[in-house]
């Protein structure tokens, strides 16, 4: 007897919805967004499924509610306490500007001046107290946050990742006073030294935390009433889910959960289809998102920074991202150089095809007048526009300058902007010593699939997966996610130095606040998993390498020899006179859940041959001229079959373009795996 | 040769410079000096075969050196008797196209298939070269010698294997010489890293092709630059800017500056600056013209680098002037200062004539603050650098930026927590320099103020800023940024460094402080036009109360005549 299990995703522009049912299998619904209160919109998706809350065993939710706050900087009143002599270190950051080139540029520090104050304390490197706490300047200080309209507090001080002692009494102290839960000991987010680095985490968290509490608290109180008995799980950045009940105590864990959830659907999808080594393609509107999926495990790292000045350092996917999206506005510059963005046409006025006043050519006008979208199946669009209309607007804006026709520059656009999105992809991934023929390329995202094929040729990887519901891999992340807890201890000994059995009982003490985090949490578990790493470096370094400890085996002479082997793989470089140093130790808690059900996704009206799911033939441009194309109807097309591009499979909410001499699979799951053809 | 589609053009233009940002990037995770590691401080390029221009360089590299690398690989191509693949020469002569010699060039010949077809070289700044104080930053030397190491160009390795000899000759001059070898392999193994993606961009264009759009692009790089300049009305530009002292002498060096503006083009004449000095604030020519072009680059950053985009503009050796030394003079403070000093002046010539690009002056210096001593709880000996940042100026459009990093940097500070944790030392602060900004409509960024105690044994202090004379100048009617300011605090007693900014080997004892507070940014515009809401924040956030501009004014005037 299976349960019924629903994830739901909170997208910029829609709100996704995936529902299995074991006996009625899978419901979709897609709504539009609401962004004022996003829970209206999952309510309404829920709704149109028609199914009764009540009968719900387990309800994941992915939501934009901390990341959007961030972003945009709607956040709550949040204070700041820390050491005397330190309010200014969130304002000051780490001596940087926005770009290497030009002096011209702004930063908001996360908590503002007024409401950050210094109390009377001091602890150095080693944990020692070199000046008591002041408990009477902390009562006060709380008073006067409280009379400024402070909501929540964040307690931040020097070296507390060394001796905790002044932050949880100075917690302590003002819980006593404070009205509600929304107090944030910086240790207790991350126990790392970097006091920039930890500070700004914190202050992230006690920003968004009353913001997170209150949605997930009104979107509860809607679900209970209809019925549902049990709690939301919700995403997080790290991939992994977690309580309601426990996210909002460190909320900062939910910020860029949604490229995460994608992410994780993409590293289980093709994990079941047999490919474990992946490289993710997610490209939206504004922007694209790339990741890497190892051994069927997304990369983790904790040391992104999301925008500028802003590190966020508690784990989460390594996703990159680059201003490339449908919306990336082409133009010529002073050198006669085609360039595509910065500029994006965003949602508004969006591509000149979506009719809302775009008159600026974008990717997405070039793939129409390539051919490779259907005019008359664009999402979203206002007010028709003629395709001589864009096709005009490629001429005068990019193919005059270049002495090109507008169906000709529409061809460089593409060119030049898959160029871009392939170097990024080799930035961040293949750069790192790995080779592309070990990879997949796994497309998802409304415009992921139309440029996949394209890019896989370009950077050598042999084949393209895209998956069954490459617009719905958002909620499919939220239904087959774990639940996950991570923890983390900075050592920084030389690795010769550090007792075997102390950091074994570190990595154990880690693992069972894990297990009690898990048992708490009222979700059906199957197993637990836990994930040791170490962050390493040779003496004398500052950057660090991330390297894996097999569970509850801590040895030094291991972990050396790891980490040398790491380093030359990455760099090429052997250093034996160095001495390595151990510098923190991570701890991933899992709680893995009953595996979902992947080819549940193919249920659907299959066609009985490829000729029956095609649905008719369109011009369409390739790198070696235009193409008579077949159009395929993706939903029709049987499993287990096989045919060769040219070809344009549509389906609701993706276009693939296959390319001339591609090699095209429908595997049992469902997903489209294709064969690239070799470059020159 | 066939024609280049300008698809193909922009593909290898990307292409070039991911070689580039590649190497940036291996070399800065694996580095070991901290000045790379978490300061930055490099840079990693490609250079024409036979001239040594610069074909494209990382855009993560550091600021300063994107004119530099052209001239020391061209130094490498003139003394070079044979070369061989998997050679690599080392080289951090100033006067042969460098900056300090503190930044260690590696240049190394990139073959293609059994041919020349390019050079591969990067600069890494080591922690340390030798000379008469720990990091190299001597504020009083006299000559280069005192300074440090200097190497001409010399193979470090050959046919690919390290010549041991050389090494040994290097790390005997050196301090904290164990961790260099380290930071070695690293600058190495990033031009190995190039290399193999260069062979592999060739393999997919062809050479012929690769070759002919190095070359169109260094004429789109141009053609762009001058599409810039004439954005610049016709005239003549003029401005000074003022380094403290050389660090002997307690005297002012002007930077004279003239820019004539004729069409497309810009010369730039500093020939009326002052004559070289004793002390280590010249200038060598390299680090002139780079400080030069890095300060259009600041001004015009959305121009890409490459040989072209310098073409359009006309430097003349300024022969027998601080700018452009000659051996022996020293040179430490030129990278890190008077190139800050140079950006400067051709921001403040430009203000008037392009005031919605340009900003009031930035804090201009690199706040370079070296302790260095034994720790008697562990009984190693310890060099700690410190490096802050100050205000930026104002802009049309906002505030300067608080605690930017250097104008010809991006180096980060290290945090306060690795500091102590590293060094027996405490900070007692690290905090906004309330009321540093200068006014204005959009007033300057603010300075840092911070402390720093010695908690126990003894130990050597020597800083080499800038700004301490008078504060970054306002533009268009906006107020100076408060000065640089360094006191000392011993045995109960405070006093101010003679130079100001700038002083070597102060004797520290357990308790002593040093109490740095670094410049704020010039405003700009009428501080009378600031709007309502942004002077309601400055008083929420107690920013401090800028003064008007005559007053600042007044202020910077009394300094300077006080100097005279």
């Known amino acids: 007897m299976g349960s019924v299990i629903v994830g739901c995703d909170v997208g910029g522009t829609f709100t996704d919805l995936i529902l299995h049912d074991p006996v009625n299998g899978l419901q979709f619904a897609k709504v539009p967004t609401t962004t004022a209160n996003q829970a209206h919109g999952v309510l309404a998706a829920l709704e149109k499924t028609g199914k009764n809350p009540n009968g719900i065993d387990l309800f994941i939710h992915g939501t934009t509610a901390t990341t959007n706050a961030l972003l945009e900087r709607k956040l709550a009143k949040c204070a700041l306490i820390t050491t005397r002599g330190f309010r200014d270190v969130l304002e000051l950051g780490r001596r940087t500007r926005p770009h290497p080139y030009g002096l011209i540029g702004t930063f908001i520090p996360v908590i503002p001046r007024d409401l950050r104050f210094e109390v009377t304390e001091r602890m150095d490197a080693t944990g020692a107290v070199v000046q008591p706490l002041s408990e009477a300047e902390v009562r006060a200080v709380a008073e006067e946050m409280l009379s400024r309209g402070a909501e929540s507090v964040v307690v931040h001080f020097l070296h507390s990742y060394a001796n905790p002692a002044h932050e949880l009494r100075a917690a302590e102290i003002i819980r006593a006073i404070w009205p509600n839960e929304y107090v944030t000991a910086g240790h207790q987010i991350i126990g790392e030294c970097r006091e920039y680095e930890r500070g700004v985490t914190a202050a992230v968290n006690g920003s968004v935390q009353p913001i997170l509490d209150r949605y997930l608290n009104r979107l509860e109180a809607e679900l209970k009433q209809r019925g549902l008995r049990r709690q939301l799980l919700v995403m997080q950045g790290n991939g992994g889910t977690a309580s309601s009940s426990i996210v909002t105590r460190s909320a900062v864990h939910t910020v860029m959960s949604g490229p995460a959830s994608g992410v994780i659907a993409a590293a289980r999808t093709a994990t079941a289809a047999g490919f474990p080594n992946v490289v993710t393609y997610d490209m939206g509107g504004t922007s694209t998102d790339v990741a890497l999926i190892q051994e069927g495990v997304p990369l983790v790292s904790s040391e992104l920074e999301i925008e500028y000045a802003m590190p966020i350092h508690v784990p989460m996917v390594d996703v990159h991202t680059v201003g490339a999206g449908g919306g990336s506005i082409a133009h010529v510059n002073e050198a006669g150089l085609l360039q595509i963005g910065p500029k994006s046409a965003g949602a508004i006025p969006g591509p000149i095809c979506f009719g809302r006043g775009g008159t600026e050519p974008t990717i997405t006008d070039a793939n129409l007048v390539l051919g490779r979208l259907n005019p008359e199946r664009l999402l979203g669009v206002e007010r028709s526009t003629t395709m001589t209309a864009v096709a005009g607007a490629m001429r005068e804006h990019v193919g005059d300058a270049l002495g090109l026709t507008g169906e000709q520059a529409a061809a460089a656009i593409i060119r030049v902007a898959n160029d871009k999105m392939a170097g990024a992809i080799r930035l961040v991934s293949l750069s790192r010593g790995h080779d592309p023929r070990d990879f997949v390329l796994l497309a998802f995202g409304g415009a992921g699939p139309l440029h996949a094929a394209a890019l896989a040729k370009e950077l050598g990887i042999p084949k393209v997966l895209i998956p069954a519901r490459p617009g719905l891999t958002n909620a499919l992340g939220c239904l087959v996610a774990d639940l996950r807890h991570d923890f983390v201890r900075t050592i920084n000994k030389p690795l010769s130095a550090v007792s075997e059995q102390e950091l074994a009982a570190v990595l154990s003490a880690h693992v069972e606040e894990g297990r009690s985090i898990l048992a708490k949490e009222d979700v059906q578990i199957e197993d637990v998993r836990v994930f040791h790493t170490a962050d390493m470096q040779f003496q004398g370094q500052t950057h660090i390498l991330n390297v894996a400890i097999p569970e509850g085996k801590f040895e030094t002479q291991a972990l050396h020899n790891a980490f040398e082997q790491a380093y030359w793989s990455r760099f090429r470089v052997a250093l034996p006179e160095i001495k390595p140093v151990l510098a923190n130790l991570h701890t991933a808690v899992i709680g893995k859940r009953k595996p979902f059900p992947v080819d549940a996704l193919t249920s659907r009206t299959a066609a009985r041959t490829v000729a029956d799911a095609k649905r008719g033939t369109r011009r369409v441009w390739f790198e070696d001229g235009w193409f008579d194309t077949p159009i395929f109807d993706r939903d029709r097309l049987p499993l287990g079959s096989e045919f060769r591009g040219p070809a344009i499979l549509e389906q609701l909410d993706a276009t693939t373009v296959v390319d001339p001499g591609n090699r095209i699979e429908v595997d049992v799951l469902g997903n489209v795996i294709i064969h690239v053809a070799e470059g020159q | ?564």
């Open chain 2, 1 to 564: 040769m066939a024609a280049i589609d300008p698809v193909t053009l922009a593909v290898i233009q990307n292409g070039l410079q991911q070689v580039c940002n590649e190497m940036d990037t291996a070399f800065v995770r694996a580095a070991f000096s901290p000045v790379i590691a978490e300061g930055l401080d490099r840079s990693d390029g490609i250079y024409h075969r036979t001239t040594g221009e610069l074909i494209a360089q990382g855009e993560l590299g550091l600021p300063i050196f994107v004119g530099t690398m052209q001239f020391s690989t061209r130094a490498v191509i003139d003394r070079a008797r044979s070369i061989d693949p998997g050679d690599i020469f080392i080289v951090n002569d100033p006067y042969l196209g460098g900056t300090h010699l503190m930044d260690v060039k590696f240049v190394k010949p990139f073959f293609y298939k059994g041919r020349l077809f390019a050079w591969l070289a990067n600069t890494g700044h080591w922690p340390d070269t030798g000379g008469m104080v720990p990091g190299g930053f001597s504020a009083k030397a006299t000559e280069v010698e005192q300074e440090g190491l200097r190497l001409p160009p010399v193979k470090l390795y050959k046919k690919g294997e390290i010549d041991e000899e050389i090494l040994s000759i290097i790390l005997s001059n050196i301090r904290i010489a164990d961790q260099r070898i380290g930071d070695i392999r690293a600058q190495a193994a990033a031009l190995e890293i190039g290399e193999r993606r260069l062979t592999s961009l060739l393999d997919r264009y062809g050479e012929d092709t690769v070759e002919r759009a190095i070359d169109l692009l260094k004429r789109g790089a141009a053609q762009q630059m001058r599409a810039k300049i004439a954005t610049i009305p016709d005239g003549d530009y003029r401005s000074v800017a003022i380094v403290d002292s050389d660090g002997v002498i307690d005297e002012p060096l002007e930077i004279n500056l003239l820019i004539r503006k004729r069409g497309e083009g810009m010369e730039f004449d500093l020939s009326k600056s002052s004559p070289p000095c004793r002390g280590p604030m010249n200038s060598v020519i390299a680090t002139t013209k780079s400080a030069i072009y890095l300060a259009i680059k600041h001004i015009f950053p959305e121009v890409p680098i490459n040989a072209g985009t310098f073409e359009p503009l006309t430097i003349p050796v300024p022969e027998g002037t601080f700018l452009d030394a000659r051996y022996p003079r020293p040179v430490s403070g030129c990278a890190a200062e008077v190139s800050q000093r140079i950006a400067e002046a051709v921001f403040l010539a430009l203000a008037d004539a392009l005031p919605d690009r340009l900003f009031a002056a930035p804090a201009g210096t690199s706040g370079n603050l070296a302790i260095g001593g034994t720790d008697p709880q562990t009984g190693n000996s310890f060099v700690m650098y410190i490096v802050t940042g100050g205000g930026y100026g104002g802009s049309a459009e906002f505030d300067g930026i608080s605690n930017g990093c250097s104008t010809i940097g991006i180096a980060k500070t290290p945090p306060i927590e690795i500091l102590e944790q590293r060094f027996p030392v405490l900070f007692n602060e690290f905090a906004i320099a309330e009321g540093s900004a200068g006014a204005g409509r959009h007033r300057g960024g603010f300075g840092v103020r911070y402390a720093v105690v010695l908690r126990r044994g003894e130990a050597r202090a020597s800083f080499v800023m800038d700004h301490g004379r008078v504060g970054p100048p306002g533009v268009l009617g906006g107020g100076s940024g408060k000065p640089n300011r360094i006191e000392i605090r011993q045995s109960g007693k405070t006093y101010v460094p003679l130079h100001l900014s700038k002083d070597q080997d102060i004797q520290l004892r357990a308790g002593d402080v040093i109490h740095v507070q670094t410049p704020g940014g010039g405003g700009y515009g009428e501080p009378s036009e600031r709007s309502p809401q942004l002077r309601e924040m400055d008083d929420r956030f107690g920013y401090g109360l800028a003064r008007s501009t005559h007053e600042e004014d007044d202020a910077a005037a009394s300094a300077l005549k006080a100097a005279e």
